[in-house]
């Protein structure tokens, strides 16, 4: 009976401990993290969005000094996930599917709205809790891995390649109206027959073309939710850490019913045992034995 309660203690506490995993919910947050994760394509895989304007910090957010300055070079020289948990001595340990169970780091990688990658690198003490005691503040660097395995994003390069290619798209289409314009200019100082073509064609040389209309800039579609005023969640219960305390819970209620059941069975047989020993050393006298007062 002690041995399975014991065992049933412990499976309670390795119940409630597992059902703790990394970053699961998407959310926004406004302080260190800067940015948002979100949920992209059909595996649901889990990315980071860093909020527009902040990507383009300069190195210097992150000297050499900086506890995190380590990590973010080993972060940007790997080949792993976008989202990565790293042990304190810079070995990887995991995408964000990782469950923390010791002090380590994380390294977050994205692209914001304008294109632009840049990581962060921070503390992670334990599930669903980063970037908070950072006595340096977060290593922010622009750039991120060359290539990840989530998915999450594009290489520097391929990236890099997009935005040239929209604006040189955008140039060419200028350039292939410009001789357009000149043909019809040369086409217009033809010498003709009548001196009145003569007038109209001089006429149409001298006055300037319009200039060719630019494409204006489309806004960026934003795959996130948009950033929230209100402190992060962080201290928030995830549902899966509520799931595994009522399970934990439930558990203990049960053991502490079968405890309770098997003190009271134990308590009754022993005062049978002890009514039995009373009644076999008690003689009873009879009556017409007993002696009158």
Known sequence: MERFRVSSIFLCIL???NVKCAITQPACY????????FRQGGNGTMCYKPYIGLSSSSPSSCPASNPYASIATVHLQGSHSSIAYYALDNTYLGDVNYIVSFETYICISG?????VISSRCCDAPHDEWFCQVDPGGPCVVSGGPASVTDGCYQTNNEVASSSS???????SSATSSSPAASASSDQATSPSSSPSSSASSSTTTSSPSAPPSQPSPSPSPTTTTAPSTSPSTKSGISPGTLAGAIVGILVLMSLGFVGLWWYMKRKVTNNRNVVGTLGDSVTLVPENRRIKS
């Open 15 to 17: 119940i409630v401990y």
């Open 111 to 115: 692209v914001d709205s304008a294109g």
């Open 30 to 37: 406004v302080d260190n993290v800067d940015g948002c994760f």
């Open 165 to 171: 290619s929209s604006s040189s798209t955008a140039s």
